[in-house]
């Protein structure tokens, strides 16, 4: 599965069926910081994702 | 979370067999586009009407960065602006003056003012105070969220003013509102901590309001991206200086791992509200000798400032 980091940098990682919120924990990043979109659809991170599926981490806590 | 599964690995909505796009850790619901969009806008507007925020014939000025709170802010209020009598906003922007930033989300500002037909105005530090932030803060980069917060208000009001506005709409969301409890109590700061900026209503102050104080940082962001207008923009290059980016870190830790903590905060806020109402916790407001605005001292702390700043 193919995973948008929030500093645009590209992960596979060979891990599926998994969940949102398990990747979010291995990566370390705390879901409430972020949205994530499944083939550039929103979803929640009890979303259990798949081998082709691409996977946009997207930072939304920042300052300004 | 839980709940029935759509064929796509996602839960569904609460309301309808559609999948859900966010799981709702306040009310325990997974909501589809369609139920989010409408659970936002009824969340903001029950909040405006319950504390009442607008008044008809108010011209509301609404503080438009560019960024993601202030663009839903705007997009919600046009939206849902035939709910309120003859009422009409305005949009305002503040140049700061900060390089490789601030352009892009004037753009950016620019750009859905026009979309939603709403017309915007640009006031900058330049024009208002002679320089630049960057030219400003020279020197003194480390001060740069305070030096920048006074003279933005003051920015803000002044557009404000000049546009014909009653009120001052802002777009913090319960996460900067949170955080900013935090922060006073940290800084000791008790008169900052139970101010309300929209409670007085006399001549002496444009009213403030934030429309978006309950709604939590992610679904604004969420908000933003199913209405397609989230926008990667460029952070700020002072954040590195600021209280706030660790206040946040923390806050956001905590209330991932006790949900509930940031609305805890803001009952505490009301709380001790409550407990020191008629007892004077600041000095009483007076007038500027230098510029003449409302302020607690001798000075305003924009007349303060300028004089640091030898400007």
Known sequence: ????????????????????????????????????SRNGTLVPEDTIVEADDEIRIIRISHGG | ?????????????????????????????????????????????????????????????????????????????????????????????????????????????????????????????????????????KGREEQACTVCGILRKKALSEAAKKNGATRIATGHNLDDEAQSVLMNVLRGDLPRLVRDSAADTSDRFLPRIKPLAEIPEKEIASYLFIKGMFLLLPECPYTRFALRGDVRSMLSGLEHRNP???????????????????????????????CGDPCSGDSCQVCRLRQSLGR
């Open chain 1, 1 to 36: 599965m193919k995973i948008i980091l929030p500093d645009q940098g590209i992960l596979v990682i060979d891990r599926s069926p998994a969940s949102v919120e398990q990747i979010l924990s291995d990566l370390g990043i705390n879901p409430l910081e972020v949205i994530i």
């Open chain 2, 1 to 137: 979370m839980g709940g029935k599964k759509h064929p796509s690995g996602t839960p569904t909505c609460c309301c309808c067999p559609e999948p859900s796009v966010i799981y709702q850790q306040h009310s325990q619901r997974h909501l589809c586009s369609t139920h989010f969009i409408h659970d936002v806008e009824e969340r903001v507007v029950q909040g405006i009407e319950n504390n009442a925020m607008i008044r008809p014939n108010d011209r509301i000025a609404v503080a438009l960065s560019g960024g993601k709170d202030s663009t839903a802010l705007l997009l919600l209020l046009a939206h849902q602006l035939k709910r309120w009598r003859d009422v009409s906003l305005v949009a305002v922007t503040v140049d700061e003056g900060i390089e490789g930033y601030r352009n892009e989300t004037i753009k950016a500002a620019g750009q859905v003012a026009e979309k939603v037909g709403v017309e915007h105005h640009i006031i900058s530090f330049q024009d208002l105070f002679g320089d630049s932030l960057d030219i400003l803060l």
């Open chain 2, 260 to 290: 509930g903590t940031m609305l805890r905060l803001m009952e505490s806020k009301k709380t001790i509200g409550k407990y020191l109402a008629g007892s004077s916790v600041s000095d009483p407001l007076r007038r500027c000798r230098q």
